[in-house]
């Protein structure tokens, strides 16, 4: 693995720990409220306490999380980062002087070392009389063991390297508007990596100390500022502008620039991407619309981050999130914020300024954003997934070519054999707002806040044996949903369950493996037995039976075909001029065998394009093509 799918893989880690905050955010806000006037005191008081007992132990949450994250949530690894800073509490609360205490970035340390570990040792193979101590359980030996003697150094280590961040926090600080300016520039390059959990960690969570009343030592700007720092959010303030504002009035940029028969479309999906991005502040499906398309309008947008940054912090603004940069979180925390109002006008003319800068952009320099032409679109298929994932898994490079498969809030994250496979142009058609290839196997693949939901429905395709067959396109053309055929046989499935196409060119291809059972004499269809026993007739137009001489075949009965194999060419403006319709549906007559039915987006395809149809059968395998 390369050091940047290393990276990615870690990043992605570290972020599961902190899908917790919203929780603690939501508890402190609720003990802000005058509970004692209402003669309930207790419920503030718990709340109060219950928030901030998850920021306490933070550490822990880290460590566990990493672990997970690392192991594809094995919970022998999870369970033996739980030791690890279990142990290395005791061990400095009782050998050291008060001032070494559970850090997030030793949970980090112990995480990933009870990760890495797992994947290294959870099959090994002891002498019988040790055999007990094997396996898994050999993880939760070596963890503890080294978590012991990691302790035991951080004794003497661990001061020094507190001092060493709270230097970096100080020269940070010294920096004063620039330094923030640096930061806002560096979070937003690193979104297109998904790195950017990595940075915001060590400057969320890291850098800064505060005591509290109480005694507890806090590290790093969102705990400090949910602890009550005077000094604290200034490295969250910026954010609330672009997410809030600016990445929303990209996305009606991106409406309003689109082609009018494509706007309705592009304006449902993007107004619900505006609004997600507004309320949470989950903003890459925005980005990703115009990341690949106009690098150099993603640098003016990074450049834009990091004046707002400055901005927010000449301004004496402080203001922080649990969460992410948006309105909830606005309103949750506004009652530990300072100067916070003043974000909603800078919000304002960011969002003015984002929205008629990119305008002229996408229409100046003719940047191909969703809707500006017909294969950028992102389709709505998302009450489809599960009929979705296995098209999705297909276009991945197949079953085989997925070594693990993880999600974040907005894409896949993804480690495969051969990063070639991937069917960049079937992604993009099935609702892909962009792919990342980092090398070494390691790719990204922004799906939305719909990721995890694609991811669950891959990973049980991975986990079961199924018999599928994949469909590619017959022709280049439209695809229709088979209900739109102009014929009522095959609009109500009479002849059989599928597909139909309106070709654009005059060659038809064979849509799967399989053998030409029977030819047509005029032609214009024929039928294909696939090697799993499902029965695929192929029909050239509607009333074409009659339309002698304008059909060449180039298979005969009894030949075995392939995916992408020419068939039959035919005259298309001979068709086009005397048949009923060109519509030409692909129908597998033999319905009854099949379990669930699978279709890519209606929209145009090309020829031999994989998958547009993919079924599951009911019995198993019986001499499929591998």
């Known amino acids: ?38 003669g309930l005191k207790v419920v503030g008081e718990v709340s109060t306490v219950a928030g901030h007992g998850i920021f306490y132990f933070l550490p822990y949450l880290f460590a566990v999380g990493v672990a997970l994250g690392l192991s594809n949530q094995a919970g022998q690894a999870g369970l033996a980062a739980l030791a690890g800073i279990v142990i290395y ?62 302790s035991f150094f951080m004794l003497w280590i661990a001061p020094i390297l507190q001092h060493a961040l709270n230097a970096i926090a100080t020269w940070e600080y010294s920096l004063g508007g620039f330094g923030l300016f640096i930061y806002g520039v560096l979070y937003r390059v690193l979104v297109a990596f998904g790195l950017h959990h990595l940075l915001n960690n060590v400057f969320w969570f890291q850098l800064g100390t505060y005591e509290t009343a109480d005694g507890n030592i806090v590290q790093g700007d969102l705990p400090r500022f949910f602890a009550g720092d005077p000094t604290a959010g200034y490295f969250m303030a910026g954010l609330f502008p672009i997410m809030m504002f600016a990445i929303p009035a990209i996305a009606f940029a991106i409406i ?53 940054m400055w901005i927010s912090y000449w301004l004496d603004i402080r203001h922080g999130f649990s969460y992410s940069a948006g309105i909830i979180d606005y309103i949750l925390n506004f009652h530990l914020s300072e100067n916070a109002w003043k974000l909603i006008p800078i919000g304002i003319l960011y969002g003015l300024v984002y929205y008629f800068l990119f305008r002229w952009a996408i229409r100046t320099f003719k940047i191909p954003t969703p809707g500006r032409e017909e294969g950028s679109m992102l389709e709505d298929w998302v009450g489809n997934i599960p009929y979705q994932a296995p098209l999705i898994l297909e276009a991945l490079g197949g079953k085989e070519n997925i070594v693990q498969v993880e999600a974040c809030i907005t894409r896949l994250r993804l480690t495969v054999h051969n990063d070639r496979l991937i069917d960049t142009a079937a992604m993009k058609s099935m609702g892909s707002a962009g792919l990342i290839k980092l090398g070494g196997g390691n790719v990204q693949v922004v799906f939305g806040t719909y990721s995890e939901l694609i991811r669950e429905e891959i990973a049980k395709l991975l ?43 005059g060659e038809l291809v064979s849509p799967v493996y399989g053998t030409i059972m029977h030819m047509y004499p005029t032609m214009h269809a024929l039928g294909i037995s696939t090697r799993e026993g499902l029965e695929v007739l192929l029909h050239i137009g509607i009333d074409t039976s009659q339309l002698k001489g304008h059909f060449e075949a180039f298979v005969q009965e009894g030949d075995t075909v392939e995916p992408g194999q020419l068939l039959i060419k035919f005259d298309l403006a001979v068709l086009r001029a005397e048949a009923a319709s060109l519509t030409t549906p692909m129908v597998i007559t033999n319905p009854d065998r099949v379990k669930s039915w699978s279709f890519a987006p209606f929209k145009q395809v090309k020829k031999g394009q994989a998958s547009v149809m993919s079924v599951v059968l009911y019995d198993r395998n019986v001499g499929g093509v591998e």
């Open 463 to 505: 986990e079961r044996d199924l018999q599928q067959v994949l469909f590619c396109a017959p022709v280049q053309g439209k695809m229709l949903p088979i209900e739109e055929v102009p014929d009522q046989i095959f609009a109500a499935k009479l002849v059989g369950d599928g597909v139909a196409f309106v070709p654009e060119k």
């Open 1 to 38: 693995m390369n050091w940047l799918g290393s990276l990615q893989q870690l990043g992605r880690a570290v972020m599961l720990p902190t899908m917790v905050l919203p929780a603690a955010a939501i508890l402190l806000s609720v003990g802000s409220l005058p509970w004692d006037a209402w």
């Open 256 to 308: 309003q620039e689109a082609r009018e028969d494509l706007k309705p479309k592009i304006k449902k999906t993007f107004l619900t991407s505006a609004l997600v991005c507004f309320l949470t502040g989950v903003s890459e499906q925005i980005e990703f619309a115009f990341l690949f398309a106009a690098p150099y309008l993603f640098i003016v947008h990074a450049v834009m981050s990091g004046l707002a």
């Open 89 to 150: 509490d005791q061990v400095t609360r009782n050998f050291g002087d008060g001032t070494v205490q559970p850090a997030s970035l030793i949970g980090i340390i112990l995480g990933a070392l009870a990760g890495v570990t797992h994947n290294r040792f959870k099959s090994i193979k002891l002498p019988e009389i040790l055999q007990f101590f094997g396996g898994s359980r050999f993880v939760l030996l070596i963890v503890g063991l080294c978590s012991a003697l990691f």
